[in-house]
């Protein structure tokens, strides 16, 4: 009785069969293990964009932009006090 994946052939087309046989179990496992990866990869990346585009909306950067720009003019003395806190009303609304 012979084994399994063993021909009991100790020739050189045995010896072939053998590795031509496992170096196709091993590109299968290759092969898998690069799809796994790749949708891992694909899914890891889109999970970023919708975390990084639901927690900074462009609306939210253009305002952050809008009062930073205010509070600098106010800083260097460009607008009065009364009018940074008009339009600090006016980018929140």
Do not use: H
């Amino acid at each position: 009785m012979m084994g399994y994946g063993f021909n009991g052939s100790w020739g050189a087309g045995g010896l072939l069969s053998d590795l031509l046989s496992l170096a196709f179990l091993v590109a299968i496992v290759v092969g898998v293990v690069l799809v796994v990866r790749a949708v891992l990869t694909s899914q890891a990346r889109s999970g970023e964009a919708w975390r990084s585009s639901a927690a900074n909306p462009p609306r939210a950067q253009e305002t952050s932009s809008a009062f930073q720009i205010l509070e600098e003019r106010y800083a260097r003395g460009e607008i009065d006090r009364q009018e940074f806190l008009d339009r600090r009303l006016d980018l929140r609304s």
